[in-house]
């Protein structure tokens, strides 16, 4: 089976390397010549991940679609606006995408924490929730899909917040951090802080991977299907460091 990376970013390498770690080459694909890839190159693929850039999913996911690929992974954030018409895309196709703001495992078991700690604290008078997150110079989105995500989840547990309008979220673009991201809750007497901080790709790379296995392993639902549900089934079988 034949997998394709569309985007020859930082990401996109930091998959291929952990792919040949396993024995694996998977070919890498950069900007198109054009507005879309030639669906030649993409002949006899498998599965597609996709870590290029927003604007670039839908058009590579619907030329990916047209060459016969059915199964994706896509790693690329700032593409909200195409979400419902790639979702339609792909059930129109019996095709299934895994999709993340962030294929770190330690980010996804940090966000039930951070989950978690909303109802806690949401519970208790006097402690404010805020959420900072800090990416090298160069990120373009602001703020990161992760802190998106962290935010909705902390809305959604905490009884505080109505919307995430209401949670105090600050982006740092500075220097070269591959990302930190800290969840707080602020008293008058003390603050506690959830932080995790990512120390170069491999972390995303390897869930990349586990999203891509996780495909392969059985017939899935389809239309776009979230990495929560592959991390489900990690924890179910006691395989998320093996991954």
Known sequence: MQTMILGDGHLGWA????????????????????ERHDRAALAGVDLVIDASSGEAVRANVETALDAGVRRFVVATT????????????????????????????????????????????????????????????????????????LAQRLTARHPGLATSD?????????????????????AVGETLELRLTARDRSAYA????AAADWLRRAPRAPGI???????????ASGDVLAA
């Open 166 to 186: 209401d949670l105090e979220v600050v982006s740092i673009r500075a220097g070269a951090s591959p990302g930190i991201h800290l969840v707080g809750f602020d």
């Open 15 to 34: 998959i291929a390397a952990a792919a040949g770690e396993r024995g694996e080459r998977t070919p890498v694909l950069g900007r198109p010549a054009f």
């Open 225 to 235: 299907q979230p990495f929560d549900t592959v991390v489900d089934e990690l924890l």
């Open 78 to 149: 700032g593409w909200a606006f195409d979400r419902e018409a790639v979702d339609g895309a792909l059930r129109g196709a019996e095709a299934c995408a895994v999709v993340s703001a962030n294929f770190s495992l330690g980010v996804a078991l940090f966000a039930r924490l951070v989950e978690s700690a909303a109802g806690l604290f949401g519970t208790v008078a006097g402690f404010d929730p805020f959420l900072v997150e800090w990416h090298r110079r160069a990120k373009a989105d602001r703020p990161s899909g992760t802190a998106l995500d």
């Open 206 to 209: 390897t869930g990349v991977l």
